[in-house]
């Protein structure tokens, strides 16, 4: 069956670092990819998506392109900042996990000012 | 302003009690769903719905009820029969459920067994 496979945390960096968040999936078809994000005592947020081969989605700094050769969808962020620090979960949906989101386990990032 | 609420935010249950989460959606969407989330865990998909008055069972629906009498409303109740209920959980709407579509989630119910 599908699934979504991201880097284990928790990962810590300081202010300003550049980041990288590995994501890798499994699917058959074409599924949309998505990275959410969840701050502390609440829910998941939409942070980008992708719904095709080479897409590169983005939203406040932070970027992922959708890499069928690899089966990747990596999160980057060129300068992350102290509001930065959440857990971020990659995921994937497709057709045949029938409108069902496939969520990546978490990864937690903490950024030291 | 358009969006999913939860209430409470907050719950505590005794041993042996029902309890309902409320979740309610004024987005006009379709679909609804529920997840649980356990501490450092990634989220299980509890129950969903495609629409109104139809709903199916996700990865671990044993011990949980729902219903789906409106569009807007997609009741969780956690029932005796859940033996480790104490979770976070979370409601989720999307457009259509058929196929991939973005979800968009609520701010969640911190559920606490005593």
């Known amino acids: 069956g599908d699934s979504v496979t991201q880097m284990e945390g928790p990962v810590t960096l300081s202010e300003e670092a550049f980041l990288t968040i590995n994501c890798t999936y499994t699917?058959?078809?074409?599924?949309?990819l998505f990275w959410y994000v969840q701050y502390p005592g609440e829910g998941l947020q939409l942070l980008l998506k992708a719904t095709k081969a080479d897409d590169k989605g983005s939203n406040k700094g932070f970027e992922a392109t959708y890499r069928k050769e690899t089966t990747s969808f990596h999160l980057e962020k060129g300068s992350v900042q102290v509001s930065d620090s959440a857990v971020y979960f990659c995921?994937?949906?497709?057709?045949?996990?029938?409108?069902?989101?496939?969520f990546g386990s978490g990864t937690r990032l903490s950024i030291r000012p | 302003d358009g969006g999913i609420t939860q209430s409470p935010k907050y719950l505590f249950r005794k041993e042996g009690q029902n309890v309902t989460l409320s979740c309610e959606q004024n987005?006009?969407?379709?679909?609804m769903y529920w997840y649980r989330q356990d501490p450092g865990q990634g989220l299980r998909l509890i129950y969903y719905?495609?629409?109104?008055?139809?709903?199916q069972k996700g990865d671990i629906a044993e011990g949980y009820s729902v219903s789906r009498e409106k569009k807007e409303s997609f009741p969780l109740t956690v029932t005796s029969a859940q033996k480790n209920p104490t979770a976070f959980y979370l409601c989720?709407?999307?457009?259509?459920?058929?196929?991939?579509?973005?979800?968009?989630f609520g701010p969640g119910t911190r559920l606490t067994v005593l």
């Open positions: 719905s495609q629409i109104v008055n139809d709903f």
């Open positions: 989720a709407s999307s457009i259509g459920g058929q196929g991939i579509d973005t979800q968009y």
């Open positions: 987005l006009n969407h379709d679909a």
């Open positions: 995921a994937l949906s497709s057709y045949s996990s029938a409108s069902k989101i496939i």
């Open positions: 699917a058959t078809g074409y599924p949309s």
